[in-house]
């Protein structure tokens, strides 16, 4: 009898142009893939067209805008757990990715999740607010994260060369998402 692999999603956190987050997030996609140990996707907000929670959409922009919401409902409830791939602006997680958090909660119940973040501190203030949003969503956040710096981890804040020693974190990270991703896919 086989048994099925935990789906995790890989979510680029940033919408910006020129953004730091793809290198970052397939960077990340490589990593874990080689690892064979559960499935896992890329999910881009950019390919999400999400309207500001609460504003006013015009009509002729309404059908666009609950398809937007749809597709990103579907698909976040549909992996066991989740990396977030997120930069830090000015002190805390990025707007755009806020606003995605705040159209899903069921979807992310008893569910589990790591950060992979990237700024001046390697984007642990985005983590601690994020652990704080995760928190109100019922999802359990692991404790290791993959940390990286502007000024050691990218040549020119814009080249991403990784140091090799966030191997060990990205490795510990994923197996506590797994683990954790396991046992509360039991409670769902």
């Known amino acids: 009898m086989s048994v099925e692999k935990l789906k ?45 929670l609460g504003q006013e959409i015009p009509s002729e922009q309404k059908e666009e805008a609950n398809f937007a919401i749809k597709s990103w409902s579907e698909s976040m409830a549909k992996y066991d757990g989740y990396i ?27 569910k589990a999740a790591g ?16 652990r704080l949003i995760l928190g109100e969503l019922q999802v359990a956040v692991v404790r290791t994260a993959v940390t990286f710096s502007l000024m050691t981890d990218f040549e020119n804040m814009s080249v991403f060369k990784p140091a090799e020693y966030h191997e060990g974190n990205a490795n510990t990270m994923l197996d506590q998402i797994l683990a954790w991703s396991g046992a509360l896919k039991k409670l769902r």
């Open 8 to 52: 995790i999603g890989i979510v680029v956190g940033s919408v910006r142009k020129g953004r730091n987050a793809d290198a970052v997030s397939h960077w990340m996609y490589n990593f874990a893939t080689k690892r064979n140990d559960a499935e896992y996707e890329l999910v881009d907000l950019i390919n999400y067209k999400l309207p500001l």
């Open 84 to 110: 977030f791939v997120t930069p830090e602006y000015n002190h805390a997680v990025g707007g755009a990715l806020k606003n995605a958090l705040d159209y899903l909660n069921p979807e992310l119940n008893n």
């Open 115 to 130: 950060f992979v973040g990237y700024g001046s501190l390697g984007g642990v203030r985005a983590h601690e607010n994020m």
